[in-house]
């Protein structure tokens, strides 16, 4: 039989800023739920990328003294990197710069001008050039600045293409009102009174004064404008419009988009109407979330946003307590529509709370007991006692609780759920009191009934808890004994799965208590140390400064990690441009053992002469690389100055060949 697929999407993020824990929110839930359904057998297609087009991305670069695609691949990167260690699984990842996506954007664009929804007018108004946004006077805030980044608007005109909204207007109430594609629901009166009472209107969908964009096929001197560019990432992805990919008849209409509340307008009003105009069915359902915020000075709660330079960096977090901690933290404190007050003491409290003496404790209790009455395997005599039969109930209807809410798109009440079985169960080891059980032979049946009753509890929260925090919970099931087999998802509304004579093994403690005090204290420190070198980077680039330092704290290393690096003083014997690259110098070292070559991003800084005879710092077990088809044998140390890239020459004195320690 085949598979039912679903189909799961995050926003596609701006690469104009290192990512966040709020960029994780989305991320992290979206991969839950995916993961979740793949648990359930469904072939589910997960999708998440970058939108990478813009004024902003078109500064950001000419400032940097790099093209906009330039700029982007290294933040794609960073992006990447990331969710590659928050373990998200995405099935896809659309680049709005990828070429098939270029193309379908084209086409989409036409379609909607030949089918008259498209037409050509002037644009004027206030403009916020960070926010990429328009508004209206009555939109400003009490200064008259940008309602989202509270920084000064200009006044812009300029002839556009706009997007005719009114067709739709009636339809896209009715989605919002009596249907349930908004979650939760209680936004849709919102953004009726607000959008479609008073007349929706139409779209500005095309712009003339930066060039980095989908170029308008038909009218060359426009770029598509922010939405019809990044919506359609949706539809492209699955090969809409396109010949990249061939999954649109399968997977779409998307079963969840999900997205924070600043762009819930966007996806609530304006995709519906794109996708009704191209005639093709709606997405089910638009889960809408607030903001991961953080405490101003003067007490407020703000959004955490680059803009504002109060973000947090997800691998600080990660390095201290593990990534799954910081899953199920995001995921835990944040209820679908409500913001969620990020603070290094709410989040140490929660995992001291749910995982080090909720879960952790749970598995290491019950393991330690069985390892220590019975040498780690049950004996199959059993004894059963009227309390375990609520206690089964209640674990066996967790499953079905869980279903529920995942299909709610509800993951706080989830976790919340499989929070109270895991409560239950640690109330059921008070209640049992194994510990005098096990003092006495002739309650030993009873004993093994206890903790074969609280190892299936185990089995069926952890095969639960896996889509949540996937990296520790294979690490349970290792300890229990439990096998794949055995947290199958058809398995899970059932106890009596593990065999009778079970076997466990004791291993690491899972979640290891959290010293609040003393943590709370290192991690402020750290985190306030990084923002307000963010803040200072912010405000220098505001200003056209270069930053005065790098601000990304890199994690901590050991000794041993630095000493995998390898440092030599080389010589530069010979020096030369690297053809048909502005930025490339090819550089002949002496390094003391043979010689080598290296190839360095130092063109604008450097004429080759000024190299030749100089000594400097090689990176000498550097793989080699190619570049520009160029091969590199290492890497010279350079530091970023307000002045440019400067080499960090060495004295003549030191010998080529010396290391560097
Ligand atoms: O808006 N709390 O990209 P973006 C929770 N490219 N979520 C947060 C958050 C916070 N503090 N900060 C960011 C864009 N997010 C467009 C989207 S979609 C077709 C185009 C998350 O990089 C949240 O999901 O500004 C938000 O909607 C998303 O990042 C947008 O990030």
Redesign the pocket.
């Known amino acids: 039989m085949s598979k039912k697929p679903f189909y799961i999407t ?5 690469p104009s800023g290192d990512p966040h824990i ?2 994780c ?2 991320t992290v839930a979206c991969d839950s739920i995916a993961r979740y359904k793949r648990m359930q057998g469904y072939d589910v297609m997960f999708l998440t990328g970058t ?1 990478e087009h813009g004024l902003k991305i078109e500064q950001k670069a000419a400032e940097q003294g790099v093209t906009p695609k330039e700029y982007v691949d290294v933040i794609v990167d960073k992006f990447k990197n990331l969710w590659k260690y928050m373990n998200i699984s995405y099935d896809r990842y659309i680049r709005t710069t990828d070429d098939y996506h270029v193309e379908a954007v084209q086409k989409i664009f036409k379609e909607l001008y030949d089918r008259g929804y498209i037409y050509k007018g002037e644009y004027s108004g206030k403009y916020c050039t960070p926010c990429e946004s328009f508004w209206t006077d009555s939109q400003l805030d009490e200064n008259g600045c940008c309602p989202e980044c509270h920084r000064p608007v200009k006044f812009a005109k300029e002839e556009a293409y706009f997007f005719k909204m009114s067709p739709f207007a009636e339809r896209i109430e009715k989605l919002l009102m009596d249907t349930d594609y908004l979650r939760p629901k209680t936004r849709a009166v919102e953004l009726v009174n607000n959008f479609i009472k008073p007349g929706l209107e139409d779209l500005c969908v095309s712009r003339t004064s930066f060039t980095w964009g989908v170029p308008v096929s038909f009218d060359e001197k426009h770029v598509v404008y922010v939405w019809i560019d ?2 359609s ?1 949706y539809i492209t992805a699955l090969g809409y419009e396109n010949s990249a990919h061939s999954d649109f008849e399968k997977y779409w209409p998307a079963d969840v988009h999900m ?2 509340k ?2 819930m307008r966007f996806h609530a009003i304006i995709w519906p109407a794109m996708l009704m105009a191209l005639d093709l069915p709606l997405p089910k359902h638009l889960a809408v ?1 607030g ?3 953080m405490q101003s000075k003067g007490g407020e709660s703000v ?3 680059k803009s504002l330079g109060n973000v947090v960096d997800p691998f600080v977090l990660g390095e201290r307590y593990g990534c799954d901690s910081i899953r199920y933290h995001i995921l835990r404190e944040m209820a679908l529509g409500a913001d969620s007050l990020f603070s290094n003491e709410i989040m140490i409290n929660r995992i001291n709370s749910d995982l080090a003496n909720g879960f952790g404790n749970l598995v290491s209790r019950t393991v330690a007991m069985a390892d220590k009455y019975f040498g780690g395997t049950l004996p199959t005599e059993r004894e059963s006692d009227s309390l375990d039969d609520e206690f089964k109930a209640t674990v066996s209807e967790l499953c079905g609780e869980v279903d529920k809410c995942i299909d709610e798109t509800k993951l706080k009440q989830a976790l919340e759920e499989i929070s109270k079985v895991v409560d239950r169960a640690n109330k059921y080891i008070d209640e049992t009191e194994p510990w005098k059980l096990g003092k006495d032979e002739a309650k030993k049946a009873r004993l093994a009934a206890v903790l074969y009753n609280l190892l299936e509890a185990i089995r069926i929260t952890s095969a639960l808890l896996a889509p949540f925090m996937p990296t520790t919970m294979p690490k349970v099931w290792e300890q229990i004994g439990a096998t794949e087999a055995d947290v199958e998802y058809e398995k899970l509304s059932r106890f009596g799965v593990l065999p009778e004579n079970v076997s466990v093994h004791k291993g690491e403690i899972l979640f290891p208590r959290i010293d609040v005090d003393k943590e709370i204290e290192e991690l402020n420190a750290i985190l306030t140390k990084n923002m307000e070198a963010a803040k200072a980077k912010l405000s220098a680039e505001e200003k056209g400064e270069a930053p005065a330092e790098e601000i990304h704290l890199a994690p901590e290393i050991t000794i041993d990690d630095f000493a995998k690096v390898e440092i030599r003083v080389a010589k530069v014997v010979a020096c030369e441009k690297v053809k048909k690259s502005d930025k490339l110098l090819c550089l002949q070292l002496d390094d003391g053992m043979g010689g080598r070559q290296v190839v360095s991003g130092i063109a604008q800084y450097y004429e080759p002469e000024d190299l030749i005879g100089k000594k400097l710092q090689l990176i000498a077990n550097l793989k080699p690389v190619k570049l520009r088809g160029v091969d590199s044998n290492g890497m010279i140390c350079a530091a970023d100055t307000p002045d440019g890239v400067k080499v960090i020459f060495v004295d003549d004195s030191i010998p080529v060949g010396s290391k560097v320690r």
């Open positions: 995050t926003p596609i993020y701006y709020g960029h929110y989305t939108d990044a919506l990432n997205v924070a600043d762009i979330h903001y991961i915020t959004k955490m946003s």
